[in-house]
């Protein structure tokens, strides 16, 4: 076997097409954006690069094939609850059904992070934001969601039987839309809308400004500091509520407010991955074109919730049973989307999870899992500890 680490644009090329040769025939895959895989990589693009460093491999076998990829990364900025020593990480693992192949990739990651000081690796992780790219899928072997790593089933032995341990589960939730939401959802958002100071709206694209403040405002109250997540930015949220914008659909994106102050936001897209999927990774001028005339013709049914937020002062009063009841009288008499699926929640945040579950008739749609492996084998492994309890 050869192994190569990706140093020109002929090996990054190789880098992207060793997930497609590997995964193109998996029920369920849908290849990812080229550009989106290579701007993790890229300096002038993506701001870890700016607290780090990282690198990637490909492995081939004797003849010559793609059988294989990683990368590793160093991150200043990545720390978890509890994290007593260094920890780096690994991710875009892509390996046939082969222990020796996996460990060759594996073991050279892990030398690598090792001479950085690292202690620990996690992965597969982003190199950046864990909205990305995060987590070994362990069940739920359908589409993904867009920018949601997808994998065989056997992935999850080659890093068991490497020593890795899960160090988190991710949860994503699914539910009908179609379907009306509980009697209990009913009762807690009638006794919120007897009171006049609760109200809430769905995102108008012409006042995206006034919605990525209020988004900062609650986003912070609610996610800062925990799991890992940092601070939110006014500039940094106004550039991501721009960079939605084409996509947003204004009926599925809600502010809950007390009076004039954010209290609750619940935020969903249609889902990428339903347009993606007829694109073949390409994202150019004529994929553009594409992508409006499927957006006519209704071909996204399904939507996504990619942040649900809610400031500690106002949570066990109701507001997220508000706010769902209010999408929901938006959403279901027009009978267009079928299939709803939120990102995942890690099972170190019951609340979140709880109030996942309160939505109606929830079940979980897919689990991945982030692993951990501890460089010293001695070491006493210690899961994420819960957050919020």
Known sequence: MQLIEVTNSDTAKEFIQANVELNRNV?????????EINEVFDKNYNKAFRHGEATRWILKD?????IGRIAAF????YKNKGDDVPVGGVGFFDCIDNQEAADILLDVAKHWLGQRGMEAMDGPINFGERDKWWGLLVEGFHEPLWSMNFN???YKELLENYGFKPFFHQLCFGLDPLKPLSAKIAQRHDALAADPLYNAHNIEKKKLEKY???FVEVYNASYAGHGG?????????LQLF????????????WFAYYGERPIALFLNIPELNQYYKHFNGKLGLLQKLQFLWLRSRGACRHFTGIIFALIPEFQQKGVDAYIIQKMAEAVQPAKFYVHYEMQWIGDFNPKMINVAKSLGET??????TTYRYLFDRGKEFKRHPMVGV
Not at 27 to 35: H, S
């Open 27 to 35: 029920p369920g895959y849908i290849r990812p954006i080229d550009k």
């Open 62 to 66: 004797d003849g010559g094939r793609l």
């Open 74 to 77: 160093v991150n200043k900025k």
């Open 152 to 154: 065989p089933p056997y």
């Open 212 to 214: 990525a403040m209020d």
């Open 229 to 237: 997540l940092k601070e939110m930015k006014k500039d940094q949220a």
């Open 242 to 253: 721009k960079r939605m914008k084409p996509l947003l659909d204004e009926k599925i994106a």
């Open 363 to 368: 079940y979980v749609s897919r689990k991945l």
